[in-house]
Each structure stands twice: as C-alpha cells, then as structure tokens.
C-alpha cells in the first residue's frame, strides 16, 4: 500500500513556458501532500504543504504566484511552474501523507519524481 | 528550529556491517525517519522510530535515543545494491513537515 505516482517523469521545456506537474496517491486518499526540490548532490528542500480543499502553505523564500499548486482531490496534487527559467531546472518530487495504520506514525509516501529541464 | 546532522559520506565494504550516524535538536520531537534514496530516484520509506530502542527489520535496523537526541541506522550483510543516500527526517508536534538532514552517501565496495 501507500502507491505514490507523478506524472510526468521528465519534461523539457522553453523558457517563459510553464510546466504542471501531477502527483497522485493510487491506492489511499491523503489530505496532506508535500512538494520539494532537489538539486544534485544536495538534500530535499521543502517548497510547499498541500492541503485538499485550502490553499497551500510555502515555505520561506518560495514564490507562490510561480509555483502553483492545487489539492483538488484527496488524491491529487498539482504544481505548476509557471514562466519556467533555467534556474528552476530541478528534480521535483512530491509526497503524500500515508494511511496512519501502515506504520503508525505519519509516514511520508513518495513520488518518483519530475526532472524538469528548462532551456 | 530544528537542527540534523549525519555525515556526507561514507564507505563499507560488502557483506560487512554499516552504521550511520544522525543527531538532531528539535522542539516537541514527533518521530525519526530514514529513508533510503538511489541516485535519480525518489526517497522511499526504510523505518520508523518514536521511542527509545531499537526497530528491526530485517537486514536494516534503527536506534533512537531521545534524550541525547540521537539515531542510527544499522545495515547488515552489505550489498552493492545498498549504495545509496541515506536521509534522516525529523518530525515534531503541531507541524505536518518533516524536517530532513542533507543525507549520508553510502558506497560499497567489493
């Protein structure tokens, strides 16, 4: 249990484009999910905390009018990157808070991941 | 704030035995989490710890020590399939985030 997929797996785009990202929870529902980015080498960096139903939560330092993201479903998430540049290429992985009976804790399930390529 | 630390990198041999490090300062610690990440791939969930002790399973084991603010995580009987990143994520009370370290790179060598 606990299927985490994202969609697509890769994108190459132009600058100024913009890019939407899916994130799905396939086999259970999750009012939470989460999106980050990772630069290579380097660590999971939290951008924003999705709620279904209510407006996301950034984090310090994200702009919420270029990362967009919607939780319209209990199992569905989106992030667009709008007027995508160079400098947003990454790797964009989501997550979704797990069933609470799969581990007993608040588990966070992950996406395989979005590489974006903006040239 | 909260505060992790583990080391960037290490290296095992296979088939020996791997410890990695992580300690951390939080407020209203909620739980400690490792996850297992390959290079170009996502995290996936390894363990799970809330109180003191250790969890097993299988060949991958975790300690927690809450009062010194401190985990391992334990693999045994090393593989090459277990070169990877490690991730150590913290998660406190009130607050749906985790909080992650910036992972241990663990090569093993034949």
Redesign the interface.
Known sequence: GAVVS?HPSWVICKSGTSVKIECRSLDFQAT?M?WYRQFP????M?MA?SNEGSKATYEQGVEKDKFLINHASLTLSTLTVTSAHPEDSS?Y?CSA?GPWDL???????????T?LTVL | GQNIDQPTEMTATEGAIVQINCTYQTSGFNGLFWYQQHAGEAPTFLSYNVLDGLEEKGRFSSFLSRSKGYSYLLLKELQMKDSASYLCAVGSIGNEKLTFGTGTRLTIIP
């Not at chain 1, 080498?41 to 999971?44: G, H, N, R, V």
């Not at chain 1, 581990?103 to 991941?113: E, H, K, N, R, V």
């Open positions: 994202q939470t989460f080498k380097q660590s999971l939290l905390t790797f992985i808070r581990t007993g804790a608040d588990t966070q399930y992950f996406g395989p991941g590489r």
